[in-house]
């Protein structure tokens, strides 16, 4: 499946901004951009995707380049509870008849610091 | 807000023995989904449904079964459990060409 690179790890302080990239220079024209996190021991919590536009949600904010090979996630304010595993993925949600499978890589171990 | 719940968090049981794991989700979602996690190896897909009764084989379909007799619920079976079947399940449900939510997981354990 598609491939990803992330840092594996970043701190944060508490309250700043958390700016975690992703590098996805393989992405294809229909293929959106797609962020999760997973918190210890819970299941992968859906943030944010896009095509192309930057795009914002009460969560995060997706800033995808021009060219569309890298994107940035971005938490406004970090709290101690955004401590978890970021997930950068790509994916067409129109192949596999819209219910294909996720795959995440190894993904950011973002960790907020009081 | 979606809601996925799963049925236990915490499961243990015995090599041999049938197991279930039951997912349901309260948004009238078409697909749902059954993944496991292990450490290094990801998230894999086992099963997925896109309608009622219907069923397709993900990547690791081997010693698993599925049940989809209602819309909300998705049922993952274990035929005969196995140890090397200890695992974080994930069940997952979305609208149809929409991002998918997941639940909290079953961490299951296999003696």
């Known amino acids: 499946d598609a491939k990803t690179t992330q840092p594996t790890s970043m701190d944060c302080a508490e309250g700043r901004a958390a700016n975690l990239p992703c590098n996805h220079s393989t992405i294809s024209g229909n293929e959106y951009v797609y962020w999760y996190r997973q918190i210890h021991s819970q299941g992968p919590q859906y943030i944010i995707h896009g095509l192309k536009n930057n795009e914002t949600n009460e969560m995060a904010s997706l800033i995808i380049t021009e060219d569309r090979k890298s994107s940035t996630l971005i938490l406004p304010h970090a709290t101690l509870r955004d401590t978890a595993v970021y997930y950068c993925?790509?994916?067409?949600?129109?192949?596999?008849?819209?219910?294909?499978?996720?795959?995440f890589g190894k993904g950011t171990h973002l960790i907020i610091q009081p | 807000d979606v809601k996925v719940t799963q049925s236990s968090r915490y499961l243990v049981k015995r090599t041999g023995e049938k197991v279930f794991l039951e997912c349901v989700q309260d948004m009238d979602h078409e697909n749902m989904f059954w993944y496991r996690q292990d450490p290094g190896l990801g998230l894999r897909l086992i099963y997925f449904s896109y309608d009622v009764k219907m069923k397709e084989k993900g990547d690791i379909p081997e010693g698993y079964s599925v049940s989809r007799e209602k819309k909300e619920r998705f049922s993952l079976i274990l035929e005969s459990a196995s140890t090397n079947q200890t695992s974080m399940y994930l069940c997952?449900?979305?609208?149809?060409?929409?991002?998918?939510?997941f639940g909290d997981g079953t961490r299951l354990s296999i003696l």
């Open positions: 993925m790509f994916k067409d949600p129109y192949s596999g008849g819209g219910a294909d499978g996720l795959t």
């Open positions: 997952a449900s979305s609208l149809q060409y929409q991002p998918q939510h």
